[in-house]
């Protein structure tokens, strides 16, 4: 293939629009490819909200405990009762009969009043004697005490507001910098290739 042909072949590729001329066997003046430029991108980061600023509150439930008491259940009281007489029983011997007596008798037909001598007798008699007397006696009856288990607060329960910060993240995000273009770019060809 000689180099007339070569320039040929290379001008008639660049050039689309004009082949029609070129093949019609014109001679080429001036000669334009079609250039296409890509669109221009980067990177930009960026903080973001994830979560907005709040409170939250921490709370501490109340302690309880139990605690030994010792109370009162009966209260004290005070009765009085009677105590009876402590007695005794004592014997003596004692003349029941004897002595002198008068009565009536009839001697030789006369009723006449007569002074009569009896033996004396005696018995034991029995004598019941008061050594102390019935009295009334005061009475206290102590309280009763038990121990109980009563529930009692150790600590109260506790709230506590908490201020939370806002939460961001970085995030990549891809942006256009430049729009890709198209257009024409001249072509030179070199002046063997023209003729």
Do not use: N
């Not at 409170?55 to 009762?81: F, K, L, S």
């Amino acid at each position: 293939m000689s180099g007339k042909t070569a320039c040929f072949t290379i001008a008639g590729l660049t050039m689309l629009g004009t082949i029609s001329q070129t093949a019609a066997g014109g001679r080429a003046v001036e000669c334009y490819e079609p250039v296409r430029t890509s669109a221009v991108y980067d990177t930009v980061y960026e903080d973001v909200l994830v979560s907005p600023p709040g409170q939250q509150v921490d709370y501490t439930p109340p302690i309880y405990g139990t605690r030994e008491r010792v109370v009162m259940t009966v209260p004290a009281q005070v009765t009085y009762e009677v105590v009876p007489a402590i007695t005794r029983t004592v014997y003596h011997t004692v003349r029941v009969d004897g002595g002198y007596s008068w009565e009536w008798r009839v001697i030789h037909g006369r009723k006449v009043l007569c002074k009569i001598w009896h033996k004396a007798r005696y018995e034991r008699v029995a004598e019941t004697v008061v050594i102390q007397p019935e009295r009334t006696r005061r009475v206290v009856i102590p309280a009763q005490y038990d121990s109980i288990a009563e529930e009692v607060l150790v600590q109260p329960e506790q709230r506590r507001i908490i201020d939370v910060p806002a939460s961001y993240r970085t995030v990549a995000r891809r942006v256009l910098v430049r729009e890709g273009s198209s257009g024409w770019r001249r072509v030179h060809i070199p002046r063997h290739c023209q003729d």
